[in-house]
């Protein structure tokens, strides 16, 4: 969400792009919230020419989500557009886009619900990383505002097909009842060589993720990142994997066949409202009845892509919305591109407080061709619920006497680290913009320079050195969070930037 009372300051480095537009300064207006964390105090940092002033309202609590899945990048045809037959479906998507952004307002956060790609080709996801960066400034969102998950054509089938792969595959899948299956599951994860064979085929999609810390990895079947949705709430989101059984046997996927697994799961949290991202919904899975019990009892927003089909369900205590595919099938009975922008709002105080939610969805029309909104049967374009969310106390929330929320909580950064509460989760902390934007730098430094400084700050292991990179680093990150040692990790980065 943008901060009106951050400043973009005058100053910047030698080098350093200038801000050209207003979608570019509003990019480096940076939402600090590891500050809560930290003694008081205010600084400026020359890196990017940033004045950090963390001031939250009432005011400006809306949070915009541009809801996307199924683009379905597809080598080599995506790599020659003026023959890419898809690109105009894109096309037409962002220029509808722009409209609507010039309406409604900028967007905060672009969620992708899985197949980035079509196979899993490096290129592809090239071509898709750059169309995200430039769909992000079209709409005003920072490029640090963009999360992934993995989907069916995410994963790389021919490397389903390595024996290694397969046998972890049929273990897992093969066991008859919940309790061996999980079983087996954890079994695999645990084994090096067999931990890294079930995710032979998301390694393409890994090496993409990984400057947004969408990646996954034995031990890490999910992640999970936050921002501050309004005065005392935080949005947690979640990006679950339903992919860990996809491409068994290189084949495509049946319908129940898919696993996502207890080991992937939600935190009821005070004062946390939680969103998941998955590709497949709970109809593919082999647990598909208790992720669904699962997520409708702690999730009080859920997005999915796969079915290629645009729905919204709303229940007194979820939202659970369906993407159309940016480029569906061409085969596909109803060829019907599709988006969603949703917006949340914290309303209300105290025992009143609410979720307010606001629901736009798209859908691609031939004749004349563009996008047009789903209405209701109504006749209306936005779909309007709320959903009660009463405050509750809690170390953490902006909360006084009487259950009130303060109208305006000055927030400030000072370089002195301090412990994290207890009750903070490490992993979910890092989903702040000036985090983002750090790892996305730490990618681009060489791969002596991210070795010498996760293993200077004791964040890797001589033994972690040969795991694949995504995972290496994902877990120098995490480890940096949990020991406030990030602040530290930046300053080495940029040393060596």
Known sequence: ???????????????????????????????????????????????IGVTYSCQRSLENTTMRILHLSDIHFKAPQCLDPDHDRDRPYRTRLERDLVKRVATLGAIDAIMVGGDVAFKGDPQEYE????????????CGCDSASIWVVPGNHDVNRKSCEDVPTMNAHAMVFQQKNDDDRLWMLQKQLDHNDTGQAIFHGHVAYNEFAKKMICQVYPGHLYWKQERELGPGVMLRIHGLTSTLLSGRNGKDDER?????????????????????????????????DDVEDMLNARAMFQV????HRQRILESESYVRWGAG???????????????NIIELEVAGEGAERRIDVKSHLFKYQAQPEGFQPIRKNDGQEVFRHSIPFPAEIDGRADIIGGGVVEAVVMETISIAETAVPADTDAEASMGDMRTRHLVDRFWDLDASDRREIALELGLITEEEIDLPEPQRYGIAF???SERTLLDRLEQLVDERG
């Open 1 to 47: 969400m943008a901060h009106p009372d951050a400043k973009v300051a005058t100053s910047r480095p030698a080098g350093r792009a200038q801000v050209t537009s207003l979608a570019e300064a509003r990019h480096r207006t940076y939402n600090v919230t590891r500050s809560s964390r930290r003694s008081e105090g205010r600084f400026e940092t020359g890196r």
């Open 127 to 138: 071509t898709a990383r750059q169309w995200l960066l430039d769909l992000a400034s079209k």
């Open 256 to 288: 129940g066949s898919l696993y996502l697994s207890p080991l992937q799961t939600i935190d009821p949290a005070p004062n946390v409202v939680n969103l998941t991202i998955c590709h497949h919904p709970p109809d593919w899975l082999i647990d598909g």
């Open 304 to 307: 999915f892509g796969h079915k």
């Open 325 to 339: 595919a940016v480029n569906p099938s061409h085969t596909d009975k109803q060829f019907e591109p599709g988006y």
């Open 478 to 480: 995490i480890r940096a």
